[in-house]
């Protein structure tokens, strides 16, 4: 077993209707279930959106760590990253999942090969392989 770097805490209380706290305070959010979800939609944020913006995050660095190796400018880039909620409550809910990645100034291939490596590292992309349908895609300017 690996030695741990670091590790992230957050505590939840009432669940998707109440608040998320991480132990060191830096993040305290409010949770509302979406409407489309049976929710009142309220101004919180869910877990679904959290889970997005990690994964977003620990992605794009990813791929930026890899170009770097590869000496490939990524400046201006951006990834967009979708959570889609599928099934129902008799079947059990799960994840898809979009990665979309524009990179101006890079071929399309270069950026597919560069989100295919990055799927290969990230640790939220290799925490869910096997689990989560993931499809990967590079926006042009023409998108």
């Not at 620990?58 to 889609?84: P, Y």
Request: contains cysteine; proline residues 4%; hydrophobic residues 40%.
């Amino acid at each position: 077993m690996s030695s741990t770097i670091y590790t992230a805490q957050a505590t939840s209380w009432g669940g998707r209707s109440g608040k998320v706290v991480t132990s060191d305070d830096r993040l305290q959010l409010d949770l509302s279930v979406p409407s489309e979800m049976g929710g009142d939609g309220g101004p919180g944020t869910n877990p679904e959106q959290l889970f997005a913006s990690g994964w977003a995050a620990c992605f794009h660095n990813a791929m930026k760590a890899i170009a770097r190796q590869q000496k490939v400018d990524m400046t201006d880039s951006a990834v967009s990253l979708s959570v889609d909620v599928v099934g129902g409550v008799a079947a059990g809910f799960d994840f898809q999942v979009t990665i979309e990645a524009q990179v101006p100034g890079l071929d399309t291939a270069t950026v597919q090969a560069l989100l295919e490596a990055a799927d290969q590292v990230c640790p939220y992309s290799r925490a869910t392989r096997g689990n989560v349908p993931v499809t990967l895609r590079v926006v042009t300017d023409e998108d």
